[in-house]
Nanobody, 122 residues
């Protein structure tokens, strides 16, 4: 059973920093693209940043220059370094991973974590 576990959320003042992490565990053959999405109640989940298995990255315009996504060499863990946080960054941040499992060796499946809350407030 593949699981994604996020950590690192919390309360921070405007201008502060946080680092989120997400680790994939369980039975898998390969992990592909991974990314961070965020959601505010009443709104759709939106892409924040994503990283391919060859470490190419992409960011939403709202976080470019402030957030950095990175990936461990083992490819099973990603991080999101968030600098200069703004009240508008307040959301539940979810990790997403594309994974191939032994039960379906030729099929990429999408998995999501439960999310971690980020609150930016003075």
């Amino acid at each position: 059973q593949v699981q994604l576990v996020e950590s690192g959320g919390g309360l921070v003042q405007p201008g502060g920093s946080l680092t989120l992490s997400c680790k994939v565990s369980g039975g898998y053959l390969r992990i592909g693209d991974m990314g961070w999405y965020r959601q505010v109640p009443g709104n759709q989940r939106e892409l924040v940043a994503q990283i391919t298995d060859s470490d190419d990255t992409d960011y939403s315009d709202s976080v470019k220059g402030r957030f950095t996504i990175s990936r461990m060499n083992a490819k099973d863990t990603i991080f999101l370094r968030m600098n200069n946080l703004e009240p508008e960054d307040r959301a539940v941040y979810h990790c997403r991973a594309m994974v191939i499992t032994p039960r379906a060796p030729g099929l990429w499946r999408e998995y999501w974590g439960q999310g971690t809350q980020v609150t930016v407030s003075s």
